[in-house]
T-cell receptor, first 114, second 114 residues
Framework: EPEVTQTPSHQVTQMGQEVILRCVPI?????FYWYRQILGQKVEFLVS????????KSEIFDDQFSVERPDGSNFTLKIRSTKLEDSAMYFC????????????FGSGTQLSVL | GESVGLHLPTLSVQEGDNSIINCAYS??????FIWYKQESGKGPQFIID?????DKRQGQRVTVLLNKTVKHLSLQIAATQPGDSAVYFC?????????????FGKGTHLIIQP
């Protein structure tokens, strides 16, 4: 079964540093998402992306965050200047169409900001 | 604000028994509901979904029930197995515009006792 892949699985960074989290969505999917999950808490929506632009973003997704689809396969989340509270598991997700709402999630990148 | 939430944080059942995980939602505009299973260190894995024009949907060993009158969603797992131990999230969304991402509840930790 096709799957969403994320790299790296773990990322440790110093506060104030930039990080880029990478995702390869399922190949025929058109809608892409980033979610995050702070340890022990629920999964929170960050941003959705369609047709090479952001379609929706949450309050969490401030100016420190950006997303990009640099080529036909990768989808990245950049945090420009990490803060301690950015430490979380970050999940990428994709789906084929908007009508087909089933989201497929990757295994996540555990980001630790020290 | 409106939210999706779960009644019980932890549910422990004997192997072979049936389990029921409950979820309350408050956004009356939501017309799509989905259950995810999350094992430790992994991303959410799709279990089953249901649209608001249905009140019951069955999968393999799982059944989702939707009661729109009281805004309640449940996941029934029949003949539980050790591999069913995980955190289960309900999530809501809308197929007709508005919020593009899913809104997740906090999660119920299902523990299967041998």
């Amino acid at each position: 079964e096709p799957e969403v892949t994320q790299t790296p699985s773990h990322q440790v960074t110093q506060m104030g540093q930039e990080v880029i989290l990478r995702c390869v969505p399922i190949s025929n999917h058109l809608y892409f998402y980033w979610y995050r999950q702070i340890l022990g808490q629920k999964v929170e929506f960050l941003v959705s992306f369609y047709n090479n632009e952001i379609s929706e973003k949450s309050e969490i997704f401030d100016d420190q965050f950006s997303v990009e689809r640099p080529d036909g396969s990768n989808f990245t989340l950049k945090i420009r200047s990490t803060k301690l509270e950015d430490s979380a598991m970050y999940f990428c997700a994709s789906r084929r169409t908007r009508v087909d709402e089933k989201l497929f999630f990757g295994s996540g990148t555990q980001l630790s900001v020290l | 604000g409106e939210s999706v939430g779960l009644h019980l944080p932890t549910l422990s059942v004997q192997e072979g028994d049936n389990s029921i995980i409950n979820c309350a939602y408050s956004n009356s505009a939501s017309d799509y509901f989905i259950w995810y299973k999350q094992e430790s260190g992994k991303g959410p894995q799709f279990i089953i979904d249901i649209r608001s024009n249905m009140d019951k949907r069955q999968g393999q060993r799982v059944t989702v029930l939707l009661n729109k009158t009281v805004k309640h969603l449940s996941l029934q797992i029949a003949a539980t197995q050790p591999g069913d131990s995980a955190v289960y999230f309900c999530a809501e969304g809308s197929s007709g515009g508005g919020a593009d991402g899913l809104t997740f509840g906090k999660g119920t930790h299902l523990i299967i006792q041998p």
